[in-house]
């Protein structure tokens, strides 16, 4: 007969399995498309809006040699939001998802927004204004 202590160690253990499978699945889920960008000024980006396509491409991961990490740039209806792809909790680069971003260093995760879903991070992440010119979303670094 199992004794209580070890049914709890194995339920303990049992849910741990199952907490860490579902944050390994999480970082298997499909990467969204790299578009590398020359930044036409010091301290701006411009990304054509051909590169979304209706029903398709919502969102782009932006990569500029101006900034260290990455940029995910979203479409949403005819707005654009440009969010920093770096983990407010302690600076590591994240990973965007289809519907989600989430630091596969210590499992925070952050909306579409930039607002944060899952702790250890405890701020939103830092978010660039943009504007639309002539089809091309100019995201502002400074």
């Not at 029903?55 to 969010?83: C, F, H, P, S």
Request: charged share 20%; aromatic share 4%; glycine share 6%.
């Amino acid at each position: 007969m199992t004794s209580r202590r070890s049914f709890i160690k194995s339920g303990c253990a049992a849910c741990l399995l199952v907490a860490s499978g579902a944050s390994l699945l999480e970082s298997c889920a499909t990467p969204l498309p790299l578009l590398k960008v020359a930044g036409s000024k010091d301290q701006e980006v411009e990304v054509g809006t051909e590169n979304f396509i209706p029903g398709k491409v919502t969102a782009l991961v932006i990569r500029t040699r101006q900034m260290e990490n990455d940029i995910l740039l979203v479409k949403n209806g005819e707005e654009y939001k440009a969010l920093y792809l770096k983990c407010t909790h302690e600076g590591v680069n994240l990973t965007a998802t289809a519907n989600k971003i989430y630091c596969p260093s210590h499992g925070s995760s952050f909306d579409m927004n930039g607002k944060v879903l899952k702790e250890p991070a405890l701020r939103p992440l830092k978010t660039f204004r943009t504007e639309l010119i002539n089809n091309q979303v100019i995201i502002h670094l400074s």
